[in-house]
């Protein structure tokens, strides 16, 4: 299976090319620019054709440089390690994590706006941030949820395109499929077809991004409610964020399963270009497929078990040591495991040949900054929980059973081990469904880069 690494970002282009920091200066685009348009495409409209002449500068400057070299395993590992890519939004560090924009969750945390005081990050912030490359003001965000809102409005055939699937099928088929019947809606297509010149490609490219970031919640939704909740649909509440108004709609309003949510979206928006569901985008939007085409076969690698689908199985692992602590409680009287039982189970599934979920990683060598903030989330709202303990409990017992393997090249916990306790905690409990909530929330990360690639 092919996981592509990729160049993360001009940022790490400098890194790579430590010493020629005339590279450095080239390419610090937007960064340190201060406009404070209310409206992302005034922003927009001014950085972007200034990134064009940024990209066209170091390539004519400094395109034979060489940026390292290729072996055998790389080749044979789906470029794993290789520097392919230019990926603006974001980049992994094998030890550190992710970083928007330079930016880690702790600092995104700290000084993106907010939607309650002392809250997470709101979702509009990380793609004014990853568009821009700028912190923006809470007003800005206020604005960019309210523009988020007015395009929200999903076709009707959409749904009935979705309707002609068995409610059976996986929650991503059905995404994917809604994803799909939105496409027909692309600016970016009629543009195209009526000559638009190409250093304008980004402006109907932007429409799109921005239509599809802000239906992708009404269609996902609708698939959670159609298979789960008897079809009954909640409409948009024009009051709620992004990420609220997501879970609104999915039917959870719990004030922490709000913010929760805006956490969740944040964190999962974008992890450098290398991840299959990323790359994929990349890929597919480069003969300017239109943005609805690239994300929908995104989804597509999202929905495999090794990469997004790991939390979904995760949680049927953790669900059936659920069942298991039930007959424990029933039977003992008391909820706890001991760590020789759980040692059992790791050793079980490995000597069944399958993996341990939400362990392990194709860049990591620790432990997921995405797990560690999901891990205090729930440290803070729900510490006695007892699916919450078994995951902890977890986080001791597999790492050292994967080092002992000797071949598992990082043992520590990825994003997908954590999240489904939390979902779980609030009441969303289907399993099945949860990759779908990756999928929205890629959806971030990956439209700034479509945008910006043209
Ligand atoms: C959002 C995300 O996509 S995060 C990742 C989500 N996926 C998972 O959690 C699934 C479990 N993890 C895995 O399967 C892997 O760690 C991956 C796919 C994420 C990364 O794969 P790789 O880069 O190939 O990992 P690595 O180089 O460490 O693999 C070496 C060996 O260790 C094994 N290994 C790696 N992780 C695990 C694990 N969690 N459990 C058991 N074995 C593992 C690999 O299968 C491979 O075995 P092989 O040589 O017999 O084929
Ligand atoms: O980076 C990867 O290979 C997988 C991952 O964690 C993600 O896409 O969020």
């Not at 309210?146 to 999903?154: F, G, K, M, N, P």
């Not at 019947?181 to 490219?205: D, H, M, N, V």
């Not at 239906?215 to 298979?227: C, D, E, F, M, N």
């Not at 729900?382 to 986080?395: C, E, G, I, T």
């Amino acid at each position: 299976m092919a996981f592509f690494r990729s160049i993360a970002a001009l940022s790490k282009l400098r890194s790579r090319v430590g010493q020629q920091s005339n590279i450095a200066n080239s390419v610090r685009l937007l960064q340190t620019q201060t406009t404070s348009n209310l409206d992302l495409y005034s922003e927009l409209k001014e950085l972007i054709p200034e990134y064009q002449e940024r990209v066209k500068k170091v390539k004519k400057d400094y395109g034979t440089v060489q940026l390292g070299n290729t072996t055998v395993d790389m080749v044979i590992g789906g470029m794993r390690g290789m520097t392919a890519l230019l990926w603006l939004g974001s980049s992994v560090d094998p030890d550190e994590g992710i970083r928007f924009r330079g930016m880690t969750i702790p600092d995104c945390q700290k000084k993106l706006p907010a939607a309650i005081p002392g809250g997470e990050p709101m979702p509009e912030a990380i793609l004014w941030l990853l568009l821009t490359g700028k912190i923006p003001s809470k007003q800005q965000v206020d604005s960019l949820s309210q523009e988020l809102r007015s395009r929200a409005t999903v076709p009707d055939y959409a749904f009935k395109t979705i309707d002609a699937l068995p409610v059976s099928a996986h929650p991503m088929t059905q995404f994917a499929t809604g994803v799909m019947a939105l496409q027909t809606q692309s600016e970016f297509q009629k543009a195209y077809e009526s000559g638009i010149s190409k250093s304008r490609y980004w402006e109907p490219t932007y429409e799109d991004c921005m239509n599809l970031i802000a239906r992708v919640p009404a269609v996902a939704a609708y698939v959670y409610r159609r298979i789960y909740k008897d079809g009954k649909i909640i409409p948009l509440d024009d009051s709620l964020d992004y990420g609220a108004n997501y879970s609104h709609m999915l039917g959870f309003d719990d004030p922490k399963m709000l913010d929760f949510m805006r956490l969740y979206i944040t964190i999962h928006s974008d992890h450098e270009g290398g991840n299959v569901s990323s790359h994929t985008a990349h890929l597919v939007a480069s003969p300017l497929s239109d943005p609805y085409l690239a994300f929908a076969a995104a989804l597509n690698g999202l929905a495999g078990p090794l990469h997004g689908l790991a939390n979904q199985v995760i949680n049927v692992g953790t669900l059936e040591v659920l069942r298991w602590i039930r007959s424990i409680v029933a039977e003992f009287g008391t909820p706890h495991i001991s760590t020789d039982q759980l040692k059992d189970y790791v050793y079980k599934t490995l000597n069944s040949g399958q993996v341990i979920p939400g362990y392990g990683h194709g860049v990591l060598r620790k432990t997921d900054p995405r797990y560690t903030c999901q891990r205090e989330f729930a440290l803070k709202h729900l510490p006695d929980d007892p699916l919450f303990l078994l995951v902890s409990k977890l986080k001791e017992v597999v790492p050292p059973i994967l080092t002992e393997l000797g071949k598992v090249k990082n043992p520590w916990p990825n994003v997908d081990a954590h999240s489904g306790v939390l979902l779980n905690y609030f009441g969303l409990t289907e399993e099945n469904y949860f990759t779908v909530l990756f999928g929205v929330s890629r959806s971030f990360g990956i439209a700034p880069q479509v945008c910006l690639a043209l």
